[in-house]
């Protein structure tokens, strides 16, 4: 649609582009759209494994979960879609590069930054923010236009990549009512079986699932088919905007879950207490900085290099156990963990005696009784 | 076994406090094994009302969960158990207080710094740290002296109040080795209907559960009960104790994960994003400082006013599904939240021109970009 | 200047006010150069008093210095400003509320925000951003209307009042040249006698001086004229600008900078080691949303309590001595301090056995310890 | 005296390690006193450009400064001390290490903790910590053994290296009393002379001063020198020792004074505003641990490289002047500073549209004004 109002609007040839982050399409669909709608040449380009050894490899080193719970999947995809499209521009030439994001939304925060920041010569046109159609209205413009329209935009706004799916529209903008069974598609039960899986881990990355050494794509497209299976893996929160207003937002994101689940698990078999906590902060600046279009903030580069050091110790496996819509670690196996049953068991080895216990205790609270005792 | 120990040591007449903080025990039984290890006098306190409403809820206000997963429930209930011993120490006239901790626990700088700060001319014995024998040697004791033992000790080591229960002890202490069924009490399957629940808050503290207007104490009973039998609620992890080393912990604790989830999404309605980002640190904090036995440590107060004073908006209605294991949020009314359909909603209301959307962005990536050239 | 564009441009009908935040300006002269811009009215208001109190108040308690050296004088002085300004527009029945701010500035966000928040009916309007005139441009309009300028204005840009005065200015934008002495007013060395100074503090806030009590804005003041004339409270550095950018920024404020110093001594004196962090991550978060605008956010209220509570307890004296441009902090005498001389001594008191430290030192080191060995 | 006391008490052969880093100290001295006591064998070690480049070099990436006054001095020759001592312990193959710290000071826990890490085998004896004489005894127990003791010992207790000079004691231990002009030596007035410094930093250490390469241990000497003579660097403050409690600490320290603030100068004229809140909070965090003794803490080891790190595009020259006590950055030149003048001027260059000004002032405030709204 942005394309017929392009071509339009500045005369412009239209070369389009698709970048294949894991999303379920039809991209020759796509495509042949793309062509009715005007385009002069369309790009369809493979990203996955990129996407996912350069994208989600390091949210998974980080934990990623904005506010929380929001493991990142839309804007982690935005960096390396705008990458692709300014190498496309870069090849053909293009003065201007386009996006589909609107005025309100995060998506355009992160696509203009990325471009400024890979071809600042680049105008950047955003069709959606500059026309000032309703969602309604762009509805009715591609049906005068006679570009088809999919049907599911219809209830809901989607969208889906290897590492999730988002789920908003105003049809579940009532942050009580409970989001209707059909807008998901990753979580509907097909199976009331117990998923039992082992998850191997090198330098905070998986590297075999239940034995099996796997590409982290195939490990994530296994644990999305079949944790979701399970009904596992649904978001719904209250999410703050960075541009400046809550939204409700609905996620679909079980591989995520389960991998940041035994990651953390693992890390903090290995980490002290002082670099857990480090830690903890680092992974929420990181995600903080993704979510909010800064991904070409050089703090991010920074945080990405403490998180590759903070993992290379962060080896071993991890079982866990999805059921019914829940996961349990059940025990895991970290190469480098300071975990000794020797010292920590009950029954032998290392127990301090009464005086170095004592002393700890008293030097431990010190401070804090003094000063209630000066305070009273 | 410690009264009979104490009263052989130190020719003391030993008077007794079992304090009920919503353990699962046979009272009258516990008093009468007191008696017959040679306890003067035995005092049995209720103190469940009181752990629910002073300790309970502001752990809920500050999402207490310790490294991440553990809600506290043991270190919650120390401080109180110590100041209500001391009460009856100062009643009684007693010169010695004593304690139950090894010295290779957190336990015990949490009694002894209880104990210190409300009765600082109080002597603190704790005989498991001061006779040295192995929980082996104590059974042995134990039997010896004709002190009757609770079976499951044997296997597991287990502490239990209205927050949860803790299980320990070195046939768990393989971290890989799943924990085996038996160690559970309170999550047991029981049911596979899935659980529905609308908890209102006011003050951010659970007021009414499906509709029914209830005391905390009451209502976390019924989560543990309802939660727990559908398998909800297992927490299993490497802790990093405060006494220097790790250790294998598993918990048991529907009702506090439960709580945490719709008190933290009804926060996230509420906050803004900075109010939330500030939150979550005071959470850490305020978790680590209970944890680690710093219950009197005047931050921990400071930390409790920011709780109370940022929980007065934390009022509405959260519903939960749990089902198998897992729970999910699905919606949320709070009456002061900022959310907005109308700002939000992508069909009307608030959107801002495209010149506008642009110099938000260009402003808010500006700083990033400039550096980045600067070091190309 | 804006007046006379204000009333050419809108057909308005303009009142202006000025309000004196302690500024050296002659108030009346300024109400005479409104009039003959064509200002339908003039309020001249007086909130000095307001300013001390109610905002460089808060500031002392929370130390507030942006980027570790900037006092916040004139971000502090805009909401007052606003407010002032908007009470007026109420009064008058004005629909539109006009400020002198340009568009890469912080205080148009300042102002912005604060009329958006007191008055969100009015329309905003701010002359200088709109009519896209550069510095030099605007002296040519001031001539060609025969609006009178202040003569420094044609060197430097300098916003004064009663916590600071700021010196910017393409004259000293290169971050390298040294600011000429003649940019400085309140520093300029006419006394090589050093100063001493005895400060009281209640509360958090001065309220005597050498022994005298004197209101907040006297100290200011006092502090301001004495340890100015020593050449003392200069400041210059390469500041993060909210709006994208660093600028160079020159700032005068000798108050501000001791009132700090003693203050941040008091309470290291009063606060336990976690209180004392805290407390600093505070101050360094209030700092950053009084500088970017954000005196609205709720966040900055609850980090006020913080401040009120945790400065219950900073009374007492500071002494201190500038000298040439440098101060020192000599001694300080604090109420509530849990320092104890008897605790403290080589002589005396405390000390612990050499088990109880060398327990104290093993369970302090243990995590580290552990971990080292495991990654060995 | 300690060796005296270690040769009868433990009838052990005693070899003794005088470390030179960098204190004015008479080494041959020290040799003369240690064989006078006892010892079978003496070692002067010169770790000189060891520390200045392994220790003092790293703590100026960090700005190292404990509760933002003491440049860790002290602290962090530390663990340099001890492992030179392990080396000699190792080469001769002792089975004991001593040192001479208390049972309330952190140099014990520095030091065992640094024993253990490189030499886990070793008992540790710490003879002040055994003993349990007073300061005063020790006088007279030396002079009974007939152990020449330094004179200034009598009244204050001074530790020197060439990154500082800390006094303590009981004669300074009340902290409002001003400490006596004759505790002082490196900050003796003697020059009333301006000092102008141009100090080159690359990767962020020293390498010029006034245009002169030279070494960091040179650099540092002359700064000491040169800004102590103007009564520069002294600090005063109530510490939160690592042991529980507060002590009045007082350094001098010009040359670390010196070096921080043209480093943070620097490190603000490179960094963007995540970057330096970010590297703040790192460096805090660094202080902390060095301070604890917790060298041997992987998170330091994590943090150094983050230093090392940010610290490659701190390049540049920082002029300085000190002045009766105090210093002023004057002007700085950064090699990869984002500021560009042209963006910066008011006369010239960057500048939004009102419109484009608005949209990031509404976007930027919306969060916080929405809330209010909903709170009203």
Redesign the interface.
């Known amino acids: 649609m942005a394309i017929k109002w392009l071509s339009e609007k500045y005369r412009a040839q239209v070369v389009t582009v698709t970048v294949d982050v894991g999303q379920e399409e039809n991209f020759s669909e796509i495509e042949k759209r793309a062509y009715i709608a005007g385009a002069e040449k369309h790009y369809t380009i493979d990203a996955k494994e990129e996407f996912a050894n350069s994208f989600v490899a390091p949210s998974i080193m980080m934990n990623a979960l904005y506010?929380?719970v929001y493991p990142l999947s839309t804007a982690l995809a935005r960096p390396l879609i705008a990458e692709k499209v300014v190498e496309v521009a870069k090849k053909e030439g293009a003065t201007h590069v386009a996006h589909g994001s609107?005025?309100?939304g995060n998506d355009?925060?992160r696509f203009?930054?990325a471009i400024?920041?890979k071809m600042?010569e680049a105008e950047i046109v955003?069709p959606a923010?500059?026309w000032?159609m309703?969602?309604?209205q762009e509805v009715l413009y591609a049906k005068e236009k006679g570009i088809p329209i999919k049907e599911e935009n219809k209830k809901f706004?989607i969208d889906e990549n290897l590492w999730g799916r988002s789920i908003?529209?105003?049809t579940i903008?009532?942050?009580?009512?409970?989001?209707p069974e059909e807008a998901f598609e990753w979580t509907k039960v097909t199976s009331t079986e117990p998923l039992e899986i082992e998850l191997e881990f090198k330098e905070g990355v998986p590297i075999t699932i239940n034995g099996k050494r796997s590409s982290l794509l195939e490990i994530v497209r296994y644990l999305n088919r079949e944790a979701g299976a399970r009904?596992?893996g649904?978001v719904?929160?209250?999410?703050?905007r960075?541009?400046?207003?809550?939204?409700?937002e609905v996620y679909e994101v079980p591989a995520a879950l389960l991998i940041y689940s035994a990651h953390?698990?693992l890390e903090?078999?290995?980490?002290?207490?002082?670099?857990?906590?480090?830690k903890?902060?680092v992974d929420?600046?990181w995600s903080?900085?993704v979510y909010?279009?800064?991904w070409?903030?050089?703090?991010r580069s920074?945080?990405d290099?403490?998180g590759r050091?903070?993992n290379k110790?962060v080896e071993g496996?991890v079982?866990l156990r999805v059921?019914?819509?829940?996961?349990?670690?059940?025990?895991?196996?970290?190469k480098?963990?300071?975990?000794?049953?020797n010292?920590?068991?009950?029954?032998?080895g290392?127990?301090?005696?009464?005086?170095?216990?004592?002393?700890?205790?008293?030097?431990?609270?010190?401070?804090?009784?003094?000063?209630?005792?000066?305070?009273a």
């Open positions: 506010e929380g609107t005025s309100k355009q925060v203009d930054l400024k920041s600042p955003a923010r500059t000032g309703t969602r309604q706004s908003e529209g105003d903008s009532d942050p009580y009512a409970e989001v009904g596992f649904r719904d929160h209250l999410e703050n960075l541009v400046g207003f809550k939204s409700r953390q698990d903090k078999a290995v980490y002290t207490p002082l670099e857990l906590r480090f903890r902060y929420q600046l903080d900085l909010r279009g800064l070409y903030e050089p703090l920074l945080l290099e403490v050091s903070m110790y496996v079982k059921k019914g819509g829940g996961v349990n670690v059940l025990g895991r196996r970290a480098y963990s300071p975990y000794a049953e010292v920590a068991s009950y029954e032998r290392w127990y301090p005696t009464d005086e170095m216990a004592r002393g700890f205790i008293e030097i431990w609270g010190m401070h804090s009784l003094l000063a209630n005792r000066s305070r």
